[in-house]
DNA sequence: AGTCTGACTCGAG
DNA sequence: GCTCGAGCCAGAC
């Protein structure tokens, strides 16, 4: 069968290397759907349970985490992320530094 | 089948 | 730099 768009968001999540991050729009575009940033966010929903995805390296456009401040999600995200070395600051992330580019 | 919602983004004020 | 409204697509009711 032919690779889904959801698999194919997940393999370019998969190549985001450790210390970086990229935005759902960019994982939309280099996954070939062009501005369906929505769409990641809904695939990153369905992973299935036992995944290697680093899901946590896909954050907003503007540097700042997806889930609302405070919530359980949030805290794993910005834990995992400073883990790597990548800086949280008031939820968000110095895209500057960190933004990975192909 | 119609409506609402959401791990988004962009342009304008 | 923040807020608001509109565009997008698939899944749930």
Do not use: C
């Amino acid at each position: 069968m032919e690779p889904t768009r959801e698999q194919k968001i997940w393999q370019v999540v998969l190549a985001v290397p450790e210390g970086r991050v990229v935005s759902y729009g960019q994982v939309a575009d280099m996954a070939g759907l062009g501005r369906q940033a929505r769409f990641v966010g809904r695939a990153l929903g369905k992973l299935p349970a036992g995944h290697s995805v680093p899901w946590f390296r896909v954050i907003r456009t503007n540097g700042q985490i997806a889930f609302p401040q405070g919530s359980e999600a949030f805290a794993r995200q910005k834990n995992l992320l400073e883990k790597e070395g990548i800086e949280v600051i008031n939820g968000r992330v110095p895209m500057g530094r960190f933004r990975w580019t192909p």
